[in-house]
């Protein structure tokens, strides 16, 4: 018996190249035509198709995934790109969207970043150690503030570049220049001191603290040849 769905597949399966060929002229030819009639369809259609879609989409999970990951390995960078000119464009729309879905998901977030600390401890630390190596100011005005919270001082919330800049990179306790290259440890390198020492309840503020090479610092200790700024 002549079977008409079984002939349709072995043609197509035997013409498959020319039907594409066909079809690519045809949609050429009327594409106006084709794309109002699509958009026309569904509109009318539009719970049917979504339906459809689910279901489709339910049956072939592990296919899509597969396809998804293969597709994004070939288009990496333009989508890179895409998403760049993306949140470009909507620099606004995303900022107020990643705030109130950090608002609504606050103990969700928390707790995601707690298991994922405990879970990739290595990580950590090798993000840790390349903040410090790229960051050294900040970490050490954090560590400041930390010190002075602890001994329960008066804090500011400045930078020690601040500070430099504001000494014109002179050392306050000998009076020459300090140069801006030279890194910890370093003896003529550059340091922030605390003119009132934190341990002796001075404050962690502007007026309390100024530029000093490393070894005038050291030297100086608690009190020394300290004095207190003049404002």
């Not at 950590?124 to 050294?136: D, E, L």
């Not at 090479?213 to 040849?225: D, E, Q």
Request: hydrophobic share 30%; glycine share 4%.
């Amino acid at each position: 018996m002549f079977n008409l769905k079984e002939y349709r597949k072995s043609y197509y399966i035997a013409h498959k190249e020319e039907m594409k060929l066909r079809s690519r002229e045809r949609y050429c030819k009327n594409k106006e035509a084709i794309s109002s009639y699509a958009k026309m369809y569904a509109a009318e259609h539009k719970e049917e198709i979504s339906n459809y879609q689910k279901e489709w989409a339910n049956k072939n999970r592990e296919s899509l995934k597969a396809y998804k990951k293969s597709y994004q390995q070939l288009n990496r960078e333009k989508l890179k790109a895409n998403a760049r000119l993306y949140r470009q464009a909507n620099k606004d729309k995303i900022s107020i969207a990643r705030k109130k879905y950090r608002t609504e998901n606050k103990e969700m977030i928390y707790q995601g970043i707690k298991e994922w600390k405990k879970n990739n401890p290595e990580k950590i630390k090798a993000i840790k150690k390349a903040y410090r190596t790229v960051h050294p100011d900040r970490v050490k005005d954090t560590k400041k503030r930390q010190r002075a919270v602890k001994a329960g001082v008066i804090i500011e919330k400045f930078t020690a570049k601040e500070i430099y800049e504001r000494d014109k990179w002179v050392c306050q306790l000998c009076g020459n220049k300090v140069d801006k290259k030279l890194k910890h440890p370093n003896p003529m390198s550059k340091s922030l001191d605390h003119i009132i020492p934190l341990s002796l309840g001075g404050a962690h503020s502007r007026a309390n603290v100024q530029l000093a090479h490393f070894i005038c610092n050291s030297k100086a200790g608690v009190g020394g040849i300290k004095q207190t700024r003049l404002f």
